[in-house]
Nanobody
Framework: QVQLVESGGGLVQPGGSLRLFCAAS????????MGWYRQAPGKQRDMVAT???????SYADSVKGRFTISRDNAKNTVYLQMNSLEPEDTAVYYC???????????????WGQGTQVTVSS
């Protein structure tokens, strides 16, 4: 059973920083693209940042220059460093990954359970 487990959310003041973690567990052959998405109350889930297995990254315009996505392939983990946080960043943040199954090597997409990030004074 493949799972994505997130951690690192919480309450932070405007201008502060948080680092989110997401680790893949279970049995699988490989992990492809990984990413972070967020969903604020009453809004759709939007892409925040993605990273390919070789390290290429992409960001939503609203977080460019403030957020950094990275991954450690040896630890099957993706990170999101969030700096200069703004109240508009308040949302549930979800980890996402494309993971190939064992033994069929089929590509499946997985979501984590979500972690709350609240930016407020």
């Amino acid at each position: 059973q493949v799972q994505l487990v997130e951690s690192g959310g919480g309450l932070v003041q405007p201008g502060g920083s948080l680092r989110l973690f997401c680790a893949a567990s279970g049995s699988y052959s490989s992990i492809g693209a990984m990413g972070w998405y967020r969903q604020a109350p009453g809004k759709q889930r939007d892409m925040v940042a993605t990273i390919l297995s070789r390290g290429s990254t992409s960001y939503a315009d609203s977080v460019k220059g403030r957020f950094t996505i990275s991954r450690d392939n040896a630890k099957n983990t993706v990170y999101l460093q969030m700096n200069s946080l703004e109240p508009e960043d308040t949302a549930v943040y979800y980890c996402n990954a494309d993971i190939r199954s064992i033994p069929l090597n089929r590509l499946n997409n997985y979501w984590g359970q979500g972690t709350q990030v609240t930016v407020s004074s």
